[in-house]
């Protein structure tokens, strides 16, 4: 199951035409540009019409148990703390559960907190649970990617007052 907010980045687009399929589909859109990536088109048209791969967005879990399943939520950063609450209590028997984000990149409404900080904070130490973080060396996109996360982060470590080495 892959899942993420239907959070836009910095800038509102109004209200989507069509049905809820269409007006989700730009929000998931990322999801299915990941399998395509490492998959053949068709391969992933097959497991999604097979349901052996879910693409749903995050406002559709609620009341679900996710058992026996690979569940990831991509974009967490976006989540709200309910939200993040939400989803990880759908962890059902014999399933594990990926949730990424990037803190430095929370596109909620300003004073929104963000439920993966929260859940990294709250969580903090709970059995069973690992916390994974990245930095510039695992970028997997285009080598001026990891120049273009050091400079912001940089950048971030001066205007905190902590200089280059903070």
């Given at each position: 199951v892959l899942s993420r907010p239907a959070v836009e980045a910095g800038e509102r687009l109004g209200f989507l035409p069509g049905d809820m399929k269409e007006k989700v589909d730009p929000y998931l859109r990322p999801l299915y540009d990941a399998l395509y990536e490492m998959m053949p088109a068709d391969k992933v048209e097959r497991a999604i019409a097979a349901e052996v791969i879910e693409i749903a967005p995050l406002a559709f879990m609620r009341g679900r148990t996710l058992a026996?399943?690979?569940?990831?939520?991509?974009?967490?950063?976006?989540?709200?703390?309910?939200?993040?609450?939400?989803?990880?209590?759908?962890?059902?028997?014999?399933?594990r559960m990926i949730v990424t984000g990037d803190p430095t990149q929370i596109d909620l409404p300003q004073n929104t907190k963000s439920g993966l900080v929260e859940a990294l904070r709250i969580l903090d130490g709970v059995t069973g649970m690992v916390t994974v973080r990245f930095n510039e060396g695992d970028v997997v996109r285009h080598p001026l990617?990891?120049?273009?996360v050091k400079a912001y982060d940089r950048d971030g470590k001066l205007a905190r007052g902590l200089g280059a080495e903070g």
């Open positions: 026996h399943s690979a569940v990831i939520l991509d974009e967490a950063q976006n989540t709200t703390p309910m939200q993040m609450k939400m989803f990880l209590t759908r962890l059902g028997e014999n399933s990617v990891a120049e273009i």
